[in-house]
């Protein structure tokens, strides 16, 4: 029973990082119909902007900012300059746009800030609380990462659901030539859309560097059980990407800690596999039929 | 009475005998080459023969049939796992260990590909990856059988006799390659103009238009991966001939992705454009990284140079060229002809070649 309660917050909290993986995944999406495979290399980049940051001398929580805001900035730029030229090329092209974009940030990164893996600081004791006499294994930091994750997705559903601004962006991604007739900018709330993604991929980035440490790579695996996390769910569904998240954070942490954790990623697989062939649109697929 | 009047025996058919054709000279001209080149690069032909045997068998699947696999290393392990299990501690005829290989990656492919008719673009693309990622997981676990992180070794195959006793074993890999290659190609060529390539087409091009025309569409996908993963396990099998080593390091992700990126890159639903895409993946490489260690830059530099090169190299091809090298030159050839004045060119660098011509 104690295991079972280990793994379900260890599982609760790495969930809560793939969920913001799939949710960044899943605006890119929603956006611009493009899965974006640089989202976690963007990610570890501002996260070694922000260790640069704690390097000169700055604040945790300065460090903190930056990363987000160069997460906005980094996001901005890559849908501007590199992803609307290829808008109208063939679907496949964009993907491997993103995959060469992931590779120069992981070269680049080595060679700015060096190649050795380095430890990120926490913004609290990653020590596990106590409860009067009862340790649980649940740290202080854990609880911010949740509390973080779920803070930015009340944010985002506040934003999307109840501006004005976000009304529009909303129009822009479902239907950008309708939208343009209203007269709304569609370029710039796409671009707006991926500074924003981006903004909660490097929240995931700095969340989980603590653990994980930094290296040109790290964020790979994350990105992965993101994506993961995101068909699970539903690529078309914000809600479905933070379900498919924690849902992955779950299974990896069980299969992990009951059949060994070489066979995290065969579960995950299998996981995926069973869901996709009963819903093959993910949980939350609302537009269940193809279009003819 | 012209050529195409005449009635053809059903094996040696116009299509055959031109790609039959084209194979031969291929075939003499690569062995020319490969006789005098040195080891090394007789090695690094060997690479470019086999990848392009994967790169080919994906463009069929992504670009023809329009299935998207980002799982295609996976399927390349299989392969390379068959052979080095065949031959722990047996010698066993090269056919053989081939043959097993492609239907045992084959065969895996057929359950895949039955589960993955069911999905569609970025689903499909996230089963596959999660296939890439799961799949190398299995022989850490199962360290007895599969060698766990260490992998297996297989040892280059020894060349036969009448070739003389000092014929390099490199240079016999790479004919072995060359020749697995070339007989993918005239396959893959042939399936292509056949009933069951358009069938590949038509499911890809509108899947409600294809079903309605009386074909079985899960049923053509699940060939396609089938075909596709038999290709996938030749390059592996050989793979694991060229790499000496079958450990799981060797079929992570990245290898999945620079397949995909070598047939885009190359242009996405040609055979021609899959070639060009395994030259680029095989040699980019060796190249930037001669020329990285030539700059005597700082090691964090310099080691990383090569890889930021490709990924620069992915995306201006994308930018520049959204129909790849093959696309690119048969637009160059367009304005050369246009410019010569023969017939205008109708061919704005498409890659598909039964595309409708454009009007005007």
């Given at each position: 029973?104690?295991?079972?309660?280990?793994?379900?917050?260890?599982?609760?909290?790495?969930?809560?990082?793939?969920?913001?993986?799939?949710?960044?995944?899943?605006?890119?999406?929603?956006?611009?119909?493009?899965?974006?495979?640089?989202?976690?290399a963007?990610?570890m980049f501002?996260?070694y902007?922000?260790?640069?940051?704690?390097?000169?001398?700055?604040?945790?929580?300065?460090?903190?900012?930056?990363?987000?805001?160069?997460?906005?900035?980094?996001?901005?730029?890559?849908?501007?300059?590199?992803?609307?030229?290829?808008?109208?090329?063939?679907?496949?092209?964009?993907?491997?746009?993103?995959?060469?974009?992931?590779?120069?940030l992981e070269a680049l990164a080595p060679m700015l800030f060096?190649g050795?893996?380095?430890?990120?600081?926490?913004?609290?004791?990653?020590?596990?609380?106590?409860?009067?006499?009862?340790?649980?294994?649940?740290?202080?930091?854990?609880?911010?990462?949740?509390?973080?994750?779920?803070?930015?997705?009340?944010?985002?559903?506040?934003?999307?659901?109840?501006?004005?601004?976000?009304?529009?962006?909303?129009?822009?991604?479902?239907?950008?030539?309708?939208?343009?007739?209203?007269?709304?900018?569609?370029?710039?709330?796409?671009?707006?859309?991926?500074?924003?993604?981006?903004?909660?991929?490097?929240?995931?980035?700095?969340?989980?560097?603590?653990?994980?440490?930094?290296y040109p790579?790290?964020?790979?695996?994350?990105?992965?059980?993101?994506?993961?996390?995101?068909?699970?769910?539903?690529?078309?569904?914000?809600?479905?990407?933070?379900?498919?998240?924690?849902?992955?954070?779950?299974?990896?942490?069980?299969?992990?800690?009951?059949?060994?954790?070489?066979?995290?990623?065969?579960?995950?697989?299998?996981?995926?596999?069973?869901?996709?062939?009963?819903?093959?649109?993910?949980?939350?697929?609302?537009?269940?039929?193809?279009?003819? | 009475?012209?050529?195409?009047?005449?009635?053809?025996?059903?094996?040696?058919?116009?299509?055959?005998?031109?790609?039959?054709?084209?194979?031969?000279?291929?075939?003499?001209?690569?062995?020319?080459?490969?006789?005098?080149?040195?080891?090394?690069?007789?090695?690094?032909?060997?690479?470019?023969?086999?990848?392009?045997?994967?790169?080919?068998?994906?463009?069929?699947?992504?670009?023809?049939?329009?299935?998207?696999?980002?799982?295609?290393?996976?399927?390349?392990?299989?392969?390379?796992?068959?052979?080095?299990?065949?031959?722990?501690?047996?010698?066993?005829?090269?056919?053989?260990?081939?043959?097993?290989?492609?239907?045992?990656?084959?065969?895996?492919?057929?359950?895949?590909?039955?589960?993955?008719?069911?999905?569609?673009?970025?689903?499909?693309?996230?089963?596959?990856?999660?296939?890439?990622?799961?799949?190398?997981?299995?022989?850490?676990?199962?360290?007895?059988?599969?060698?766990?992180?260490?992998?297996?070794?297989?040892?280059?195959?020894?060349?036969?006799?009448?070739?003389?006793?000092?014929?390099?074993?490199?240079?016999?890999?790479?004919?072995?390659?060359?020749?697995?290659?070339?007989?993918?190609?005239?396959?893959?060529?042939?399936?292509?103009?056949?009933?069951?390539?358009?069938?590949?087409?038509?499911?890809?091009?509108?899947?409600?238009?294809?079903?309605?025309?009386?074909?079985?569409?899960?049923?053509?996908?699940?060939?396609?991966?089938?075909?596709?993963?038999?290709?996938?396990?030749?390059?592996?099998?050989?793979?694991?001939?060229?790499?000496?080593?079958?450990?799981?390091?060797?079929?992570?992700?990245?290898?999945?992705?620079?397949?995909?990126?070598?047939?885009?890159?190359?242009?996405?639903?040609?055979?021609?454009?899959?070639?060009?895409?395994?030259?680029?993946?095989?040699?980019?490489?060796?190249?930037?990284?001669?020329?990285?260690?030539?700059?005597?830059?700082?090691?964090?530099?310099?080691?990383n140079?090569?890889?930021?090169?490709?990924?620069?190299?992915?995306?201006?091809?994308?930018?520049?060229?959204?129909?790849?090298?093959?696309?690119?030159?048969?637009?160059?050839?367009?304005?050369?002809?246009?410019?010569?004045?023969?017939?205008?060119?109708?061919?704005?660098?498409?890659?598909?070649?039964?595309?409708?011509?454009?009007?005007?």
């Open positions: 029973m104690g295991r079972f309660v280990v793994l379900t917050l260890n599982g609760l909290t790495e969930g809560a990082i793939y969920a913001a993986m799939a949710l960044a995944l899943v605006m890119i999406w929603r956006a611009t119909r493009v899965v974006n495979f640089a989202q976690g963007m990610a501002t996260t902007l922000a260790l640069f940051a704690l390097e000169r001398g700055a604040p945790y929580w300065a460090a903190f900012i930056v990363a987000l805001l160069c997460g906005l900035l980094l996001g901005a730029v890559v849908e501007r300059v590199l992803v609307r030229p290829v808008e109208s090329a063939p679907p496949l092209n964009v993907v491997i746009l993103t995959l060469g974009v992931l590779l120069v060096g050795q893996i380095r430890s990120f600081p926490a913004a609290f004791s990653i020590v596990g609380m106590r409860v009067g006499s009862l340790a649980i294994p649940f740290s202080p930091f854990d609880l911010f990462t949740l509390g973080s994750v779920l803070g930015l997705m009340v944010i985002l559903l506040l934003l999307f659901q109840k501006t004005d601004l976000g009304l529009r962006m909303r129009a822009a991604a479902f239907n950008a030539e309708v939208s343009r007739l209203l007269g709304i900018r569609v370029g710039r709330m796409l671009t707006l859309g991926w500074a924003l993604a981006s903004m909660v991929g490097a929240l995931a980035g700095v969340l989980i560097a603590p653990s994980l440490l930094l790579t790290y964020m790979d695996q994350v990105l992965v059980f993101g994506f993961t996390g995101a068909i699970l769910g539903g690529l078309d569904s914000p809600p479905g990407a933070v379900v498919g998240g924690l849902a992955i954070g779950f299974a990896l942490s069980y299969v992990g800690g009951y059949f060994g954790s070489d066979l995290e990623t065969v579960g995950a697989l299998v996981i995926l596999v069973a869901v996709l062939m009963i819903r093959p649109r993910g949980l939350f697929a609302w537009q269940s039929q193809r279009q003819v | 009475m012209s050529l195409s009047a005449l009635r053809w025996p059903p094996f040696v058919s116009p299509t055959l005998g031109r790609h039959l054709a084209m194979a031969l000279g291929a075939a003499v001209f690569l062995l020319l080459v490969s006789s005098q080149i040195g080891a090394y690069d007789d090695y690094n032909l060997a690479a470019i023969a086999l990848f392009a045997i994967a790169t080919a068998g994906l463009t069929v699947l992504t670009g023809v049939n329009g299935q998207l696999s980002l799982g295609h290393g996976a399927l390349m392990a299989i392969g390379a796992y068959t052979t080095s299990l065949l031959l722990r501690g047996r010698e066993l005829p090269l056919m053989l260990v081939l043959l097993a290989s492609v239907t045992t990656a084959a065969l895996i492919g057929a359950v895949f590909g039955v589960a993955a008719a069911r999905l569609r673009g970025p689903y499909l693309a996230g089963a596959t990856l999660a296939l890439a990622l799961g799949l190398p997981q299995i022989p850490t676990r199962y360290k007895g059988v599969f060698g766990g992180e260490e992998g297996l070794t297989v040892s280059l195959p020894a060349p036969p006799n009448w070739l003389g006793v000092d014929f390099p074993r490199e240079r016999w890999l790479a004919w072995i390659a060359i020749a697995a290659a070339l007989a993918t190609m005239v396959l893959l060529a042939n399936v292509l103009q056949s009933s069951v390539g358009r069938r590949f087409k038509a499911v890809r091009d509108h899947e409600a238009a294809a079903a309605l025309c009386g074909i079985d569409v899960a049923q053509t996908q699940v060939q396609a991966f089938v075909l596709s993963s038999g290709c996938a396990g030749l390059a592996g099998s050989l793979f694991a001939y060229w790499s000496g080593v079958t450990a799981p390091g060797g079929f992570s992700i990245p290898l999945s992705l620079q397949l995909l990126s070598a047939v885009v890159i190359g242009g996405l639903g040609t055979l021609a454009g899959a070639v060009w895409g395994s030259i680029v993946l095989v040699l980019l490489p060796t190249f930037t990284g001669g020329m990285a260690s030539n700059l005597n830059l700082p090691s964090s530099v310099g080691n140079l090569p890889l930021a090169i490709y990924g620069a190299v992915l995306v201006l091809a994308m930018l520049v060229f959204p129909y790849g090298i093959h696309g690119g030159l048969g637009r160059l050839l367009g304005l050369v002809r246009a410019r010569w004045g023969q017939t205008s060119t109708n061919h704005k660098g498409v890659v598909d070649w039964d595309d409708p011509a454009p009007g005007g």
